[in-house]
């Protein structure tokens, strides 16, 4: 009687083997679709930063407005807020505002933020700065 259910597990996992199918390691040919190739995303232009106004004094620029850029840390278990991440996020909307400059004002880190326990916070004026 033992023997019959051994060779019913024997019999299940023979089935399990054939239906596997390993990848192969050959290079598989591109299918065509009907659907049209998506270019990768555009990087955003680079935006220097400025941390000092003088820097700016004999440059011709407009300002487009102010940016700021923050890094959350939502619990303790959390990894701590970077400023440099903070500082990388404020480049980021400033060029999404066509900017290819920021005047940093502050970057600091702050503990009295809703929502997260500790944050890092950059603030800094977009600027478009000519190159005459």
Same mark, same amino acid.
């Given at each position: 009687?033992?023997? +019959? $259910? +051994? ?5 299940? !996992? ?25 270019? $990768?995303?555009?990087?955003?232009? $680079? ?12 440059? $011709?620029?407009? *300002? !487009?407005?102010?940016?700021?850029? *923050? ?5 303790? #278990? *959390?990894?701590?807020?970077?400023? @440099?991440?903070?500082?990388?996020? +404020? #480049?980021?909307?400033?060029? #999404?505002?066509?900017?290819? @400059?920021?005047l940093l004002h502050k970057c600091e880190i702050v503990s009295s933020t809703p929502g997260c326990y500790r944050q890092a916070i950059c603030q ?9």
């Amino acid at each position: 009687m033992r023997f +019959l $259910p +051994l060779c019913l597990l024997a019999l299940m !996992l023979t089935g399990c083997v054939r239906e596997y199918h390993p990848i192969s390691s050959a290079p598989s040919r591109p299918q065509a679709s009907s659907e049209p190739t998506r270019k $990768p995303a555009s990087r955003p232009a $680079p935006v220097k930063v400025y941390t000092d106004a003088t820097d700016l004094v004999s440059k $011709p620029f407009r *300002d !487009l407005g102010e940016v700021s850029g *923050d890094d959350c840390q939502t619990s303790t #278990q *959390d990894s701590p807020p970077n400023i @440099a991440t903070a500082r990388k996020r +404020l #480049q980021v909307k400033a060029s #999404q505002m066509k900017a290819n @400059a920021v005047l940093l004002h502050k970057c600091e880190i702050v503990s009295s933020t809703p929502g997260c326990y500790r944050q890092a916070i950059c603030q800094g004026s977009a600027l478009k700065v000519s190159n005459q």
